[in-house]
């Protein structure tokens, strides 16, 4: 038996040491990434006032900074966790009042079981119903159709939502929000199909807002209907949602629904989109606050690496309001374009 050196006893350790952390490096990781996607625009200052176009300095899209993690536990099973802040890159104001806007969440997985988060996150609605794949410009830029989803919320707080295991290109999920007080109580599904060049995904979901600080009041339901497929020269996309049971009377309802198409042309990507929302009686018994609006967007993005791409917007732009009584409030168009330059990392 051949006796180690003493002198070599700190260089096995060593060496022990760095096998072990290599191998802690591979069971987890931690991922920083965000995107500032700032433009030059010339448009419409705000359609539901007026017609008047100016010149700005605008975000194209949502700046954002954010972090994800997972953790391999064995047996197929890990923790995962993601947090995501939206800002205002041109001011370098916070998007809105949450912090961690988007996202703030953790959760498990298993290959055989599927997945379960908590915490804050999107509707089902918002999280495969209509999202980003299903529109020409994935709801960013100028010239996107920008929100997609009716009048349900994109956001839902103190949410469980459970997922299935991915099966023959199928997944499925349920989530359900607690009330907690003055927060919104919420219930939903969603049944999503991606395999090959077909992607399809439908929701429902029920929202019941709170009153006087209670978790009690009007319920809103929403459908959503989604696809898209590649066929390589071009992919088109569209999106469906549908909100009732609006206001105190439950007659209201919403309708938004997009159609678009991306197709590669040159060092990048032609993209169209067309979005239409119809709202009656979103108030109950009056049309005070109705919107009726079209909104067709043209874009071309150019990739100036994986990371940076420079995007032109051309949009066309109507926003029809109404009184109470159903007649026209305000009805205001036009048209405005962007140059913009987006960096993700």
């Not at 700046?63 to 890159?89: N, T």
């Not at 009726?292 to 309001?321: E, P």
Request: net charge positive; with cysteine.
């Amino acid at each position: 038996m051949q006796t180690i050196p003493r002198r070599g006893a700190p260089l096995l350790a060593c060496a022990a040491l760095t096998l072990a952390a290599g191998a802690a490096a591979a069971q987890s990781s931690v991922t920083i990434y965000g995107r500032i996607d700032l433009g030059v625009r010339y448009g419409p200052a705000d359609l539901l006032k007026s017609d008047d176009r100016m010149w700005a300095v605008e975000d194209s899209s949502t700046g954002r900074i954010g972090f994800r993690g997972v953790e391999d536990l064995g047996g197929g099973v890990s923790a995962f966790f993601q947090l995501e802040h939206r800002l205002k890159a041109d001011t370098g104001m916070v998007d809105g009042g949450v912090f961690w806007k988007d996202k703030a969440w953790v959760g498990l997985a298993s290959k055989t079981l599927g997945s379960v988060q908590l915490g804050r996150m999107s509707s089902p609605q918002d999280n495969l119903g209509v999202n980003g794949r299903f529109e020409a410009f994935g709801g960013d830029s100028y010239a996107s159709n920008g929100s997609r989803g009716a009048k349900s919320a994109a956001k839902w707080d103190n949410t469980v939502y459970y997922t299935t295991p991915f099966l023959s290109g199928f997944t499925a999920g349920v989530a359900v929000a607690a009330g907690e007080g003055t927060r919104k109580r919420a219930q939903g599904f969603h049944l999503d199909y991606a395999n090959g060049p077909l992607v399809l995904a439908t929701t429902f979901q029920t929202e019941q807002d709170p009153v006087s600080g209670a978790p009690s009041g009007n319920g809103i339901r929403t459908v959503t209907l989604g696809g898209s497929y590649q066929f390589g020269f071009a992919k088109p996309s569209f999106t469906y949602a549908r909100s009732t049971d609006l206001g105190a009377s439950d007659e209201g309802k919403e309708t938004v629904w997009t159609v678009g198409a991306r197709i590669p042309a040159g060092p990048g990507e032609l993209r169209v989109s067309f979005r239409r929302i119809d709202g009656d009686r979103v108030n109950g018994s009056t049309h005070a606050a109705d919107r009726k609006s079209h909104r067709l967007g043209v874009g071309y993005q150019y990739f100036l690496s994986k990371r940076s791409t420079l995007n032109l917007s051309l949009v066309n732009d109507q926003v029809k309001t109404f009184n109470a009584n159903g007649s026209t409030k305000t009805d205001f168009s036009g048209n405005g374009f962007e140059l913009a330059l987006r960096h993700n990392f």
